[in-house]
């Protein structure tokens, strides 16, 4: 596996037909264009992006919003990538289609489980020379082409996962869409593929969704007394139930492998709780939280660098417009760059809390200016 970033202008020249306009097909056609596969006085037509959509209300809303045009103004020319943006339960079958459709075309796909996509288009015989699949990992809570972001992949993962047959311009193809969209690009196999996102996107997201049907239930009062913690744990939980049928569905088997790693984790915990106080519990408590610890700071750092210790300060600030802006304002006249930002707010008071993370070396130089400047700080 490998991983670069494509630079400067985009190496698409188009015209790209994008097949399903929710969130990722709609901020694709919007980013192309706003990247150069758009209109130009020179060729209108090579350079456009056009879109096709099973919902009529998606595709003229995706036109509306500026994403490109539909798909049959192309008539009968040659679009030099199809971009499939469909469900995973019907990828195979709308990249079938869309190679018999446009034998001179690159297709690529953007589901998000490739290994099941590849093996059903093996089993059919299809000619895997001009395709490739590939996986944006980028998206939002909202859905539809109405919240669709030209900037939506921006710095954000783009993986390709070539099959054997893939031909090198079939790859180069799909390459440069990612580039074009400013992505960072990653080549995986499609099994290797499969097996990460289980583990960093799959696997959340059942967790997440796991915790929050606990709070179904529970009293008001007592989620009145949540923080952070909870909503940071609990915010993919919204994510489209239908959509997540299909991804953990296709790619159960890599998910089951890692559920059965936290079953035992859960078990070794279970049997440490139901008897704290016998010899050898405390250590194993904490060995199982410095295990998180270990594990959580592998995580990649700003800017996909290495990860990074920083230190954090809490300040409070009056509910009402401005006050944040005014902090962050003061934060850069002091010289200090915030790392990271988070919000949160006192119950039952019109008082803001702002977490910041900064440099350890800046922690007190920024507590001591800000409180200067007459800013109530939390250490």
């Known amino acids: 596996m490998s991983a670069f970033r494509t630079h400067g202008r985009g190496h698409l020249n188009g015209p790209v037909a994008v097949i399903g306009t929710g969130l990722l097909g709609a ?13 130009t006085h020179l060729d209108v037509y090579k350079r456009q992006v056009y879109l096709s959509d099973p919902s009529p209300t998606n595709q003229a809303v995706a036109v509306d919003i500026g994403a490109g045009l539909p798909l049959d103004a192309l008539g009968q020319e040659q679009p030099e990538l199809v971009v499939v943006a469909a469900p995973p339960d019907v990828t195979a079958d709308v990249v079938e289609r869309a190679l018999a459709d446009y034998p001179e075309a690159t297709v690529v796909d953007i589901a998000s489980v490739k290994a099941a996509i590849l093996d059903e288009l093996r089993r059919r015989g299809v000619d895997l020379s001009r395709y490739v699949g590939t996986h944006p990992m980028a998206g939002r809570e909202k859905s539809g082409p109405v919240a669709a972001r030209g900037e939506l992949f921006t710095s954000m993962p783009w993986v390709v996962c070539p099959a054997e047959e893939s031909s090198p311009a ?76 299909q991804i953990l569905g296709a790619n159960a088997e890599k998910v089951v492998g890692i559920l059965h790693g936290v079953r035992e984790d859960l078990n070794r915990l279970i049997g440490t709780l139901e008897d704290p106080t016998a010899p050898g519990a405390h250590l194993d408590l904490a060995q199982l939280i410095s295990e998180g610890n270990a594990g959580q700071a592998r995580i990649p750092g700003k800017h996909g660098g290495p990860p990074q210790a920083y230190s954090w300060l809490t300040v409070l600030v009056d509910d009402k417009p401005g006050q944040i802006a005014r902090l962050l304002t003061e934060i850069g006249e002091i010289g200090v760059n915030v790392e990271d930002l988070r919000l949160d707010h006192s119950s039952g008071q019109n008082v803001g809390m702002v977490e910041l993370s900064v440099l350890p070396n800046r922690h007190d130089l920024l507590i001591e200016a800000l409180n200067d400047r007459g800013w109530r700080v939390l250490q």
């Open 170 to 245: 079939a790859l180069q193809a799909a390459r440069a869409l990612a580039g074009d969209l400013g992505a960072v690009v990653s080549q995986f196999t499609a099994d290797e593929h499969d097996e990460a996102v289980a583990l960093v996107s799959h696997l959340p997201q059942v967790m997440s969704s796991l915790l929050a049907s606990r709070l179904q239930g529970t009293p008001l009062p007592a989620l009145s007394l949540s923080g952070n913690g909870l909503r940071d744990v609990t915010r993919i939980a919204a994510s489209d139930p239908t959509l997540w049928v």
């Open 27 to 39: 901020s694709i056609g919007l980013g192309l264009r706003g990247r150069g596969v758009s209109y």
